[in-house]
């Protein structure tokens, strides 16, 4: 099978938040297959930087200002001091939860590690990029959950922190845009990941299938597809958007 993404002409510098698992995972892989040179974050990462699988990783906490900065700064380390390209931030958590079981606790944890955690990785990936001549792009993980409610599912934490996220990539494509820095959230549908815990139930998978018109699951390398679209130049004149990629479900 060929890769869609051909190499960039000179490599491009890429930071994936999330990289231990799912979709930030296929993002750091298929990016590194496909010729950029890859940071992958996650707080399952090691302690001390190593490099596994052509990504350079190294563990990050997204909801900690210092973490996040150290994280970075491995970053800057392997690029010789130069801005990322691009950052894809996937890290982020899941919690099924109606609304009236949903503790002040419960709301501040998913929106620490999903909106917070957007916050600390753009604004450090803002800081370089803005700063650096060329342009470069910021693409963050949100979810269908932020357009559309799940009576299936109740996650109203969930779904909050990822209409923040849709709200932070455009209020940072105005801010950024003049230095030519883009940013979008990507809007996954259900993906088969170890976050989708509904692929374990076959009733609730049927149910969850018969609702996405192109009757599957996807996959994590078909967003990661689309996240590698939106961090390249391919995009140059995308900024702002909230793209779903969901088989057709938030057009249901
Ligand atoms: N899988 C889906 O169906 C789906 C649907 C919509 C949106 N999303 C979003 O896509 C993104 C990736 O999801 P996934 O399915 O790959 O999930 P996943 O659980 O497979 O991977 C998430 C990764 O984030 C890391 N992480 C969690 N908290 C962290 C923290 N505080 N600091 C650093 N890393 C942390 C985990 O260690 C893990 O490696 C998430 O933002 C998720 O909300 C996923």
Redesign the pocket.
């Given at each position: 099978m060929t890769d869609t993404h051909a190499a960039p002409p000179h490599p491009q510098r890429l930071v994936v938040?999330?990289?231990?698992?799912?979709?930030?995972?296929?993002t750091a892989l298929l990016a590194a297959r496909t010729g950029w040179s890859v940071a992958g974050?996650?707080?399952?990462?090691p302690e001390r930087p190593c490099t596994r699988d052509g990504v350079r990783t190294v563990?990050?906490?997204?909801?900690?200002e210092t973490?996040v900065e150290a994280a970075f700064a491995v970053a800057d380390d392997l690029w010789e001091g130069m801005a990322p390209t691009a950052v894809v931030?996937?890290?982020?958590?899941?919690r099924f939860k109606p609304a009236v079981r949903t503790t002040a606790a419960d709301w501040d944890a998913v929106l620490?590690?999903?909106a917070r955690?957007s916050l600390l990785v753009a604004a450090a990936a803002g800081r370089r990029m803005t700063a650096a001549p060329g342009p470069g792009s910021v693409v963050l993980?949100?979810?269908?959950?932020a357009v559309r409610g799940d009576a299936g599912e109740p996650s109203a934490a969930?779904s909050a922190?990822?209409g923040a996220?849709v709200s932070l990539a455009r209020q940072l494509a105005v801010e950024w845009g003049p230095d030519e820095v883009r940013c979008n959230a990507?809007?996954?549908?259900?993906?088969?990941?170890?976050?989708?815990t509904v692929t374990q139930d076959p009733d609730a998978f049927r149910e969850v299938v018969r609702r996405i018109p192109v009757g599957r699951?996807?996959t994590?390398e078909e967003?990661a597809r689309l996240c590698l679209f939106l961090a390249s130049d391919a995009a140059s004149f995308v900024n702002g958007t909230a793209v779903p990629v969901?088989g057709g479900q938030s057009a249901a």
């Open positions: 938040t999330g990289s231990g698992s799912g979709i930030g995972r296929a974050l996650d707080l399952t990462g563990r990050c906490d997204v909801t900690d973490s931030h996937c890290a982020g958590v899941y620490g590690i999903n955690g993980l949100s979810s269908i959950g969930y922190s990822k996220v990507v809007l996954p549908g259900v993906i088969d990941t170890p976050m989708t699951t996807g994590a967003v969901d």
